[in-house]
Nanobody
């Protein structure tokens, strides 16, 4: 299974970006798909996940109300609409996925498949 991210870039504070992640390979049992991020010198941070089976979504507190995750199951693609971006959103954003549901979607260890990451830079 391969995950490919698209849509990173540089924006000013208050701006918007949309990230997309396309899964390829054996995806028939791909349940949770979502995003983590990592700023320089910091650990992975959960951002958001969507359970493709029923559309349930989870968000990290600091992005609630600003970010929206969605999926196109027919295209094995997940999207992250990011609005009202802030400088502390600056990070490499990684697409993640797994074949099974988890009892803790907030842990990076719960995801078997990772993309290479896409840089998001927000300037003040």
């Amino acid at each position: 299974v391969q995950l490919a991210e698209f849509g990173g870039g540089a924006v000013q504070a208050g701006g918007s970006l949309i990230l997309s992640c396309e899964a390829s390979g054996w995806t028939q049992k791909m349940y949770p798909m979502g995003w983590f991020r990592q700023a320089p010198g910091k650990p992975y941070e959960f951002v958001s996940v969507i359970i493709r089976e029923d559309g349930t979504t989870y968000y990290e507190d600091s992005v609630k109300g600003r970010f929206t995750i969605s999926s196109d199951n027919a295209k094995n693609t997940v999207f992250l609409q990011m609005n009202s971006l802030r400088p502390d959103d600056t990070a490499v954003y990684f697409c993640v996925a797994d074949w099974v549901n988890s009892d803790n979607y907030y842990r990076w260890q719960s995801y078997k498949f990772w993309g290479r990451g896409t840089q998001v830079t927000v300037s003040s």
